[in-house]
Every structure is written in structure tokens, then in C-alpha cells.
């Protein structure tokens, strides 16, 4: 009986044996995973480090159609926010990234917690909804170009119909060119966050709901007070898409509005890209390119921290 007892003993501890092989076996496996990674690591590192540090040592020289070794100090920097140009796009970014990012998330919420209904041809506005982000944002300014355009867009079908005095020039008007881009990207982008809050809106326990019908909790209380907070991952991550659109603005600038009338709707992207290609002042450029770029790092690097420690916390909970 005795022997018996030990044979189970014996019969783990050859499988045990029997494994071992296979450790070196994973380590190769793992080794050959790494040395693959190898060339798109090394590809990445040269096309975005590099051009970055190259990009960083143009704009402290004076490179004008050429680069140029003749240092400058931070000369292209103070002639940057000299320029009042750069300083009207930088207004015209805030402006329009705030409005953009709200409308985008609100639309985006509330088409997910329209659909959220178990509503009829559920799939079918998902697509309907959702197409639009499928679309390039020079196609999106054209189409929205000729909507707004006063002699054949909205203001001439309102007139068309009796409206004679009516009035929708915002697209050449100073004062809200730059909305009229929000209006536009909001229909492209807002459809993105419907589906990103859908998901978010479908992987919370049912049971939430069940325990706020009981305990008689209306319904728009339990999306305010219960439903959002537990999007937070939802929300950070389209705040995170949604940041990086409006940082990249530029098609839809070039296709709707080319940054006027004069600089109403200019935009940090248009102002590089002109004073690269078209003014012939690559260290301007450069600059620009740099100060842009450690906007978006301030702004985005805190973000992220914050994140990764409430996901620390979340571990070790």
C-alpha cells in the first residue's frame, strides 16, 4: 500500500522532468520574436526619433530654402512669437480644439445611448453613423464647402424657398470661419466616439440596471451618476483620438477654408506647411514643428502618468 502511494509521486515528478526541455525551447522562441521586431524597431526609431532630433537641430539654425550648420540660438524661436500669424493659428487651435472635442464626445455619448435602447435596425444606424469617420478629411471639407457656400449651399436654398432675407455666410465670414471647420470635422469624427461609448455602454453588468429600476433611480440619473463615471476608459481614450485630430488639422483647413478669410481659420499645421514649402523658411518652420510638438507631450504626458497610476492602483487592488 505503501509504494502504492508514492507511484502518483513518482509519475508527477517524470512529467516534471519531462517539461524541462521545453524552457530552452520558449527562450529561442522569445529570442526569435525579438530579433523579427529588430528592423520595424529600428525603422522607427530612424523615422520618427530622427527626424525629430534633425528636425530640433534645424530649427536653432538659419536654414532658409536649404538647411543650413550656421547655428542661431534660439533665434527662430523669438522670431516665432513675433510673428502674428503663429500666434492667431495657435488662438484658432484652442478654439477650435475645445469646441471640436466637446461636440464630438456629447454627439458621440448620446448617439451610443440612443442605439444602447436595443432600438431597430440597430446595425444599420451603427453604419449610417459611423461612415463618415470612413471618409478623408479633404473629401469631408469639400462636400461641407459646397453646403456652406452662400451662392449654392444652404443661405441660396433658404432664399430659394421664400427666405429671402436669410442669412448663412459663416464659411467667408472673420468671425466664424473657424466654426464652420468644427461643424464639419464633428459630423466626420463624431461617429467614432459613438462606437468607442457603444462598447464601453455594453460591457457594464446589467445587474446595474436591474438594482436601479428597484431602487426607483431615473434613468438619465443613472447615465449622469453611475453609467459615465464607468466610461472612463471609453472617454480617455477618445480624448485621446480626438487630441490628436485636431494637432493634425490641415485637410480640411486646405479644402474648405485655405486658413482665410485672411487668417480667421489658420491653424498651427497650415502655417508650418506654408512657411516649409511655400515661404521657403525651413528653420521658421522647424521651430514651429518643435513647439508643437512639446505642446502636445505637455499636455498628453500627464494624461498618460495619471492613467498608468489608476491602472497601478487598480493591479494591486
Known amino acids: 500500500m505503501y509504494a502504492a502511494k508514492l507511484q502518483p509521486a513518482k509519475r508527477h515528478a517524470g512529467d516534471a522532468r519531462s517539461l524541462r526541455p521545453l524552457r530552452p525551447l520558449s527562450r529561442r522562441l522569445s529570442l526569435a520574436a525579438w530579433i523579427a521586431l529588430l528592423p520595424m524597431a529600428a525603422t522607427v526609431v530612424f523615422a ?178 453611475i453609467v459615465v463615471p464607468m466610461l472612463r476608459t471609453s472617454l480617455s481614450t477618445a480624448f485621446v483620438l480626438l487630441f490628436v485630430m485636431v494637432v493634425k488639422l490641415y485637410d480640411a483647413v486646405v479644402a474648405m477654408t485655405q486658413g482665410g478669410p485672411g487668417t480667421a481659420s489658420e491653424v498651427p499645421a497650415k502655417f508650418i506647411m506654408d512657411y516649409l514649402f511655400n515661404r521657403a523658411n525651413i528653420g521658421l518652420a522647424s521651430a514651429a514643428s518643435i513647439v508643437l510638438l512639446a505642446t502636445v507631450l505637455a499636455i498628453l504626458a500627464p494624461f498618460f502618468y495619471a492613467r498608468s497610476r489608476m491602472a497601478l492602483k487598480g493591479g494591486h487592488a
Open 48 to 225: 520618427y526619433l530622427g527626424t525629430m532630433l534633425w528636425t530640433a537641430r534645424v530649427s536653432l539654425s538659419f536654414s532658409r530654402s536649404l538647411p543650413s550648420n550656421t547655428f542661431a540660438g534660439v533665434t527662430q524661436y523669438v522670431r516665432l512669437f513675433d510673428n502674428d500669424r503663429w500666434l492667431v493659428s495657435l488662438q484658432n487651435l484652442v478654439i477650435y480644439g475645445v469646441c471640436f472635442i466637446v461636440a464630438c464626445v456629447a454627439i458621440g455619448l448620446l448617439l451610443a445611448i440612443l442605439i444602447d435602447q436595443r432600438v431597430a435596425a440597430e446595425g444599420a444606424l451603427r453604419t449610417v453613423f459611423l461612415y463618415p469617420y470612413a471618409m478623408s478629411f479633404v473629401a469631408t471639407g469639400l462636400v461641407w464647402q459646397w453646403i456652406l457656400n452662400p451662392e449654392l449651399g444652404i443661405q441660396a436654398v433658404l432664399r430659394d424657398i421664400g427666405f429671402t432675407h436669410a442669412r448663412f455666410d459663416w464659411i467667408v465670414s472673420q468671425r466664424f470661419a473657424i466654426y464652420t471647420l468644427v461643424i464639419a470635422t464633428v459630423w466626420q469624427a463624431s461617429g467614432l466616439v459613438m462606437a468607442l461609448m457603444l462598447a464601453g455602454l455594453r460591457g457594464i453588468d446589467e445587474e446595474i440596471w436591474k438594482a436601479a429600476r428597484l431602487d426607483g433611480i431615473p434613468r438619465w440619473r443613472v447615465y449622469a451618476s
